[in-house]
């Protein structure tokens, strides 16, 4: 335990000085009790009884003092918070190839419906990490259990040129090296889910990708988004561009995953249904100070009450 203002602390000093001003004037007064000559008439005046009740009565409030400086120091003690490390990462696709209109509206806006619906459906404890790929593999955000980021992040994703499957694999893979361990003595449990209209083109393979993959332990789903007869206008020009199912089928077999041609987001379920849980802990500190003042309140209502009773008057 802690205190975020310990300087209130410095009241406890009063109320020490108080306590030891209570115990020399309760010693002043003996002598003068020994005056008496009359011991009966002393006892009927001031019965023994009387003289420990009201001590109890100064050691209660005096108590009651001592807990509210403490709880106006604000004292704060550390806990210990479970946290939730499964962890789903998005890879999508952002190749020229994914404007073909082969599925409505195009392949590249269905991927990106795909995927917001497929977020919107996860457990809220889930971190979600978003991989953009291209020529190159980002990671646009990393894991965070803020879904509305990802999803404001799935909007702002552009086209570029070049397809590199194995290189967002790879980028997926360090995402999830990102979240804590928590105190954690295993790596969280993770999932790629992968949305792509196939044919890597630049850097590392997609067999270098799933082999990354698989000694890491982490499956990678894929989507396959369109058709044989896709095509795209470049330059003027009609290129074909046929979906490569084959491709995304062969990495989702080989890292233990599953394979989805334009999946739905109901089809993904399964995706993090089986994903299971693993809980790390962190440190969070827990203000306290509302105890302090209750039972300091409620010791000086004791002391407060048994004055009333015992004495027929306030301390």
Known sequence: MRFLSPWWLLVLLIVGALAVAYVVVQRRRAPVALRFTNLSLLRTLAPRSASWRRHVTAAILLLALMVLASGMARPVREVQVPVERATIVLAIDVSLSMQARDVEPDRFKAAKEAAKLFVAQLPAGYNVALVSFAGTATVTVSPTKDHDQIDAAIDRLALQEATAIGEAIFASLQAIKSVPD??????PPAHIVLLSDGSTTVGRSD???ADAAVEAGVPVSTIAFGTDDGFVELGGLLVAVPVDGPALQAVAQRTDGGFYEAGTADELKGVYEGLGSSLGERTAVRDITVWFLGVGLLLALIS??????WTSRLP
């Open 207 to 209: 067999s270098e990708g």
């Open 304 to 309: 407060a009450a048994l004055s009333v009773i």
């Open 182 to 187: 928590d105190g954690a003595a295993q790596p």
